[in-house]
């Protein structure tokens, strides 16, 4: 069965530091999603991504963080400079339309830790 | 803004029946969901239902839909050890059009003892 993949699991950085987290959509997947979880907390939305370009937003999803589908499979999010405040679980996910019937796939996840 | 509300936890034995709570805020919603966690994975959808439905059932998973209240329920029949994980309710942002935006609530972690 296809399902999304996430790399790498568990990534430790340094406050200030640049990340980079991959994501592999599943392949006739058209819509893109993050997501992040901080511990004990809500899973929030963090962006959408359709046709190429950011379709919706969040408000935590500010100058600091950008997304970018740089060939046909993977889907990645960067955050810049990385603060304490950003240590949380990060989920992608994907589904073929936008729609509310479709089901959107989530990948295991990629723990960041911001030391 | 929308928001989504869950009860933390919830211990049940084996064999009884689970019953997870839910509200929401916006009488807009259109579909509301159930994501099941287990340790070490993603998200993974169990149900949904679509907001001109109160009742939809799936062998051992019943929704309920009370719209006037904006309370959803999940209730997992005869219930087993592989059930224990957290259990997320989410609702497709009304206001998002079709983006497909998740609002979670918090999660609740089901403990099923032997």
Not at chain 1, 21 to 36: A, G, K
Request: charged share 20%; aromatic share 12%.
């Amino acid at each position: 069965e296809p399902e999304v993949t996430q790399t790498p699991s568990h990534q430790v950085t340094q406050m200030g530091q640049e990340v980079i987290l991959r994501c592999v959509p599943i392949s006739n997947h058209l819509y893109f999603y993050w997501y992040r979880q901080i511990l004990g907390q809500k899973v929030e939305f963090l962006v959408s991504f359709y046709n190429n370009e950011i379709s919706e937003k969040s408000e935590i999803f500010d100058d600091q963080f950008s997304v970018e589908r740089p060939d046909g499979s993977n889907f990645t999010l960067k955050i810049r400079s990385t603060k304490l405040e950003d240590s949380a679980m990060y989920f992608c996910a994907s589904s073929r339309t936008g729609q509310g019937s479709n089901e959107q796939f989530f990948g295991p996840g990629t723990r960041l830790t911001v030391l | 803004g929308e928001d989504v509300e869950q009860s933390l936890f919830l211990s049940v034995r084996e064999g009884d029946s689970s019953v997870i709570n839910c509200t929401y805020t916006d009488s807009s919603s259109t579909y509301l969901y159930w994501y099941k966690q287990e340790p070490g994975a993603g998200l993974q959808l169990l149900t949904y239902i679509f907001s001109n439905m109160d009742m939809k059932q799936d062998q051992r998973l019943t929704v309920l839909l009370n719209k006037k209240d904006k309370h959803l329920s999940l209730r997992i029949a005869d219930t087993q050890t592989g059930d224990s994980a957290i259990y997320f309710c989410a609702e497709i942002d009304p206001g998002s059009g079709n983006t497909g935006k998740l609002i979670f609530g918090q999660g609740t972690t089901l403990q099923v003892k032997p």
